[in-house]
């Protein structure tokens, strides 16, 4: 630590004045492009040690050089923006969002900046700050209980509540009560926020408040309340994501093993509404996986599918099938599975983390077998939708099974043709 403070004031820190953002950021960002991709490790212990320095700072210095500085650029924002997404998000969350005192420097450092500058900047400040960092956004969501008292009045009392950014917090505000009312099934189903993402990330926030009883109160009534099409679909969609990213962490990642009653309740939403097995796939790019959770949680998350599809009966399995383009949707799973087992194998997953869940041979070979059997309770429809292409992208295993499958199909249409003719 003593080290890490001399290298905030040695040279590199002289460099950073001719640079267009504050010499913090500066020195933090050129610390990180140090290391290589494959030492993540060592830089996620660097980002860490970086952050407790910096929070032993006034906030407003981690966007300007000086504390009555009033010279920032958007430069600086757009690099703050960067470092948050890109390696906060990574490397500091605490399950899928950011430990509150981490979120409390972030958004102070925000409001200084707001404070001193006309209405024309502070809108910049906003939009870059808040309005292109989704995890800050959902880190205050997710602790909205301390916010209301840590932030509220601070605002307050420094900012009036006409300001334009008490005005955001009152949108939170709104977007939480809308949510906790939600649960409590006392108000209609029109979020008060255009945006899928948020309104969902704050169900999931107050479920989480309920402890234990989350999962419950995600099943029997959030998939219940929002499970028709439409637009509630996409709340209900994002608040699922959270949902399976949160226990992926705490399966995968926490030391805390989540309890085994999360199978079957997901195994219930999914078997009803098929289409969110896609929220299961790292490939599926919405603002919460791409901009929120960490990456190697999301990738992390085929795992968890196949061990809640592993205690499915038939009947459930095809209940899930039922969608078009689950059969797909399982098979590409599968796929993230085998290049996850790859890259575990060169370390290349995660910093400074190990599974809960080993991903071995064995768990390989078991989720094949619950591919195998997706494979033979799929509708013929769903089969026919895959490209030969896809197909051949699969391990020979699957690709024979596949084309076996299919070769009876026709057999049997062909058997029944003949019988009507």
């Known amino acids: ?49 970086c952050l407790r320095v910096a929070a032993s700072l006034s906030p407003y210095l981690f966007y300007v050089d000086e504390l009555w500085s009033s010279t920032f650029t958007v430069a600086t924002l757009e690099a703050s923006v960067h470092l948050i997404n890109t390696y906060v998000r990574n490397f500091c969350c605490e399950g899928i969002v950011l430990p509150w005192s981490l979120t409390l420097y972030f958004v102070r450092g925000l409001l200084s900046l707001c404070s001193q500058r006309s209405q024309s900047l502070n809108s910049a400040v906003l939009n870059q700050g808040f309005g ?16 209301e008292g840590a932030l509220g009045r601070e605002l307050c009392s420094s900012h009036g509540s006409s300001s334009e950014h008490f005005v955001i917090f009152n949108r939170l505000r709104s977007v939480y009560m809308w949510a906790t009312e939600l649960l409590g099934q006392t108000l209609s189903l ?18 989480a408040s309920a402890g234990h009883r989350y999962l419950s109160l995600f099943t029997e009534k959030v998939h219940q309340s929002l499970k028709a099409p439409g637009e509630s679909f996409e709340v209900l969609e994002m608040c699922f994501s959270c949902l399976v990213a949160q226990v992926t ?51 992390c998350q085929c795992l968890l599918v196949f061990r809640i599809l592993q205690g499915a009966s ?28 790859d890259d575990q194998a060169e370390q290349d997953v995660l910093p400074g983390s190990s599974y809960n869940m080993a991903l071995d041979i064995s768990q390989l070979q078991s989720s094949c077998g619950t591919v195998d059997r997706c494979i ?37 249409s062909r058997i029944g043709d003949m019988d009507v003719g």
């Open 190 to 207: 029109e979020p008060p926020c255009p945006e899928p993402w948020i309104s969902g990330a704050a169900i999931f926030a107050v479920c």
């Open 314 to 341: 038939d009947e459930q399995l095809c209940g899930l099938l039922a969608w078009e383009q689950s059969l797909f949707t399982v098979l590409q799973l599968y796929k993230e599975m085998c290049d996850l087992h």
């Open 1 to 49: 630590m003593v080290e890490l403070s001399q290298y905030l004031s040695s040279s590199t820190v002289e460099a950073a004045s001719t640079q267009d953002k504050s010499w913090l950021l500066f020195t933090i960002t050129h610390r990180l492009a140090q290391y290589g991709e494959q030492d993540k490790l060592n830089m996620q212990a660097d980002l860490c040690s």
């Open 249 to 299: 962490y705490s399966t995968c990642f926490s030391e805390c093993h989540q309890d085994e009653s999360y199978q079957e309740a997901m195994l219930t939403v999914l078997t009803a509404s098929p289409s969110l097995l896609t929220v299961f796939s790292s490939q599926h790019s919405t603002v919460l996986q791409t901009s929120v959770f960490p990456d190697y949680v999301t990738r």
């Open 132 to 147: 292109k960092s989704p995890l800050i956004v959902v880190s205050l969501i997710m602790h909205y209980p301390v916010v």
């Open 376 to 412: 033979s309770l799929a509708p013929p429809l769903s089969l026919a939708s895959l490209t030969d292409s896809f197909i051949q992208s699969l391990d020979t295993v699957l690709q024979h099974r596949l084309y076996q499958r299919r070769k009876g199909l026709n057999r049997s």
